[in-house]
């Protein structure tokens, strides 16, 4: 398996893994009855830090040229994508959210988008390239 495809499967699997885990720390907090807002960053911090590093490090060893090109339909798909996630992110009574959640999903869209993309080549120029 080329290491890029490996690391789009360790992006999206990790993500559910991790949010799995994160809500175990929740349900874990609220048995023992404390407010997991008091406490998810030190529940959820570590688990989302380590997931960022350990996608950072196999984000490194990618050649720059396995990446694919960009292009507008391609971007316009991502955008879609990205917009239909947030507009059903959110939620019909008023929660309090919790920040580990929005910030795991932010390193999740960005790894998975720059996956596809890297990010530093991108220009005005290659983006409305006909």
Do not use: C
Not at 25 to 44: R, S
Not at 72 to 87: A, D, E, N, P, Q
Not at 113 to 126: L, M, V
């Amino acid at each position: 398996m080329q290491i890029l495809r490996k690391y789009q499967l360790d992006i999206i699997f990790l993500f559910f893994a991790v949010t799995v885990i994160i809500w175990l720390a929740f349900l874990g907090l609220e048995y023992f009855g404390v407010d997991p807002h008091d406490y998810e960053l030190y529940a959820a911090g570590p688990i989302v830090l380590l997931y960022t590093i350990y996608l950072w490090q196999v984000r490194n060893t990618i050649n720059i040229h396995e990446r694919r090109s960009l292009t507008g339909k391609t971007l316009v798909y991502w955008i879609i994508l990205g917009t239909s996630l947030f507009l059903t992110y959110s939620t019909p009574i008023p929660a309090r959210d919790f920040l580990t959640i929005d910030i795991l999903f932010v390193v999740f869209t960005l790894f998975l988008a720059d996956s596809y993309w890297d990010f530093k080549s991108i220009t005005w120029k290659k983006v409305f390239k006909k």
